[in-house]
């Protein structure tokens, strides 16, 4: 299985250094090809199932939510959306970088690590408690974590769990005047909605160097700073901005209507 594997990869390398004189990017299939070799498509699955099918204990606002995100927030859009953009921006010689990084052990090892924690029921407080209890044993990683988060946040785009958990306080603000018989603007809920939802920096990074001492663990320091690197590279930043920028275009879109639903969902209900 690994030899076939092996071939395939080296197939893709030699069909993307035969592509540069036909074409300025390597297009939307071969852009999705290298998307798949990292299993961006499982990740992408798992922020549609966390997004429309959630785990609240209170069931009228898990039914609430569900109905509203009906439709919305779809795997094979985002997909689609960060295929195109990056084969428009992805030139051949970083393409065929990518598909060497991703397709070789190394690679590999990084993406089976990530996949772990694109399963239903991972417990991000969980991972982040693990990977404190690791670096107390290991506090000589710390500083490989932290050139990893720094690469990261490179082309960090939209944090998407702040804009989801802002869009579900507008729904319950909204709905609450509105079961009140009072009407306030959409703008000034919005902003109350977002109240205390500041990013404190600091503590990001250190949740974040925590959590990928866990996801990392088996990668040596050599695999964590490797990784880096390719974040750093022009490959890298091309490869993550079409990532984010996907996610972004379809999730923000969709959040404007999913949380107008919730209101209106919730409004007729007793919470």
């Given at each position: 299985m690994r030899r076939f594997h092996l071939a395939v990869t080296a197939a893709l390398v030699w069909a993307f250094t035969t592509m540069a004189a036909f074409a300025q990017g390597v297009g939307?299939?071969?852009?999705?090809?290298?998307?798949?070799?990292?299993?961006?498509?499982?990740?992408?699955?798992?922020?549609?199932?966390?997004?429309?099918?959630?785990?609240?204990?209170?069931?009228?606002?898990?039914?609430?939510?569900?109905?509203?995100?009906?439709?919305?927030?779809?795997?094979?859009?985002?997909?689609?959306?960060?295929?195109?953009?990056?084969?428009?921006?992805?030139?051949?010689?970083?393409?065929?970088?990518?598909?060497?990084?991703?397709?070789?052990?190394?690679?590999?090892?990084?993406?089976?690590?990530?996949?772990?924690?694109?399963?239903e029921g991972y417990d991000n407080e969980a991972a982040v408690a693990r990977g404190a209890r690791i670096l107390a044993v290991e506090p000589q990683r710390r500083e490989k974590f932290d050139r990893l988060h720094t690469a990261f946040q490179l082309n960090a785009g939209a944090d998407i769990s702040r804009e989801v958990t802002a869009s579900a306080r507008f729904a319950v603000i909204k709905s609450q005047l509105a079961q009140r018989g009072e009407v306030s603007d959409d703008a000034v809920i919005l902003a109350l909605a977002y109240q205390g939802l500041e990013i404190d920096e600091a503590r990001d990074r250190e949740e974040s160097i925590m959590r990928y001492a866990y996801t990392y663990r088996?990668?040596?320091?050599?695999?964590?700073?490797?990784?880096?690197?390719?974040?750093?590279?022009?490959?890298?930043?091309?490869?993550?901005?079409?990532?984010?920028?996907?996610?972004?275009?379809?999730i923000i879109r969709d959040l404007m209507l999913f949380r107008d639903r919730l209101a209106r969902n919730l409004s007729a209900q007793e919470l």
């Open positions: 939307s299939d071969a852009a999705r090809a290298i998307l798949n070799l990292n299993a961006h498509d499982v990740a992408v699955e798992d922020a549609e199932r966390w997004l429309t099918t959630p785990e609240f204990d209170d069931r009228v606002f898990r039914i609430a939510w569900i109905s509203a995100a009906s439709g919305l927030f779809q795997a094979e859009e985002v997909m689609e959306i960060t295929s195109s953009i990056l084969g428009d921006t992805l030139a051949e010689p970083a393409a065929a970088e990518l598909l060497q990084f991703f397709g070789d052990d190394l690679g590999q090892q990084l993406t089976l690590a990530e996949k772990a924690t694109q399963v088996d990668v040596t320091d050599e695999g964590v700073l490797a990784y880096a690197d390719m974040l750093e590279s022009d490959a890298g930043q091309a490869f993550y901005t079409a990532i984010n920028a996907g996610y972004e275009r379809v």
